[in-house]
């Protein structure tokens, strides 16, 4: 299976400042459609896993423009330009191109 | 709308056995690819099961192999995992999710199983 990893696990955050999450996978994540499945998905306390990002950059709707998704092959980065209150939560990268999907460890973030 | 609603989570000791399900509803079922996607207290997220929208195709991660069965029943739009002889490290929320890996956007708000004795 593709291993993803993310870093930082824990990420204390000021108001109103950017964040940044990385994620790697162990192997190119560019399916032969052309495609590359790489999805980011927020877990709010008590709450079940939600979609951000599908396909590296592209948002799901009604997700606040903060967020932005980069990257290729097996580097990706998640970008939340200012963070508000309502963003604390745990954010994971999942990868869809190789069956079975599997995701990072998860990175929390908390304000600080 | 698309939802998913899971059921049949609860307290069984070591070694018994539990049947999920997974009541769908806002979209065409047959249609879909379906999950089910597990998270241990305080862990993170892994894929226990999936079977195509005909149930021809079917995968299992190995901790649950020969132990859980994954099925689908198209006229009542619903998912079920079949979990016998389970363990403490089956203990978990189990969330259904709708689509293929690459295109996964929807899930329910789970079903906690806890295994011990």
């Known amino acids: 299976d593709v291993v993803m990893t993310q870093s930082p696990l824990s990420m204390p955050v000021t108001l109103g400042q950017p964040a940044s999450i990385s994620c790697r996978s162990s192997q190119s994540l560019l399916d032969s459609d052309g495609n590359t499945y790489l999805s980011w998905f927020q877990q709010r306390p008590g709450q079940s896993p939600r979609r951000l990002i599908y396909?590296?950059?592209n948002r799901d709707s009604g997700v606040p423009d903060r967020f932005s998704g980069s990257g290729s092959g097996t580097d990706f980065t998640l970008k939340i330009s200012r963070v508000e209150t309502e963003d604390v939560g745990v954010y994971y990268c999942m990868q869809g191109t190789h069956w079975p999907g599997t995701f990072g460890q998860g990175t929390k973030v908390e304000i600080e | 709308q698309v939802q998913l609603v899971e059921s049949g989570g609860g307290l069984v000791k070591p070694g018994g056995s539990l049947r999920l399900s997974c009541a769908a509803s806002?979209?065409?079922?047959?249609?879909?690819?379906m999950n089910w996607i597990r998270q241990a207290p305080g862990k993170g997220l892994e894929w226990v099961s999936y079977i195509s929208s005909s149930g021809s195709t079917i995968y299992y991660t190995d901790s649950v192999k020969g132990r859980f069965t994954i099925s689908r029943d198209n006229t009542k739009n619903s998912l079920y995992l079949q979990m016998n002889s389970l363990r403490a490290e089956d203990t978990a929320v189990y969330y259904c999710?709708?689509?293929?890996?690459?295109?996964?956007?929807?899930w329910g708000q789970g079903t906690l199983v806890t295994v011990s004795s």
């Open positions: 396909t590296v950059s």
């Open positions: 999710a709708r689509g293929v890996a690459a295109a996964v956007k929807y």
């Open positions: 806002g979209f065409t079922f047959s249609d879909y690819y």
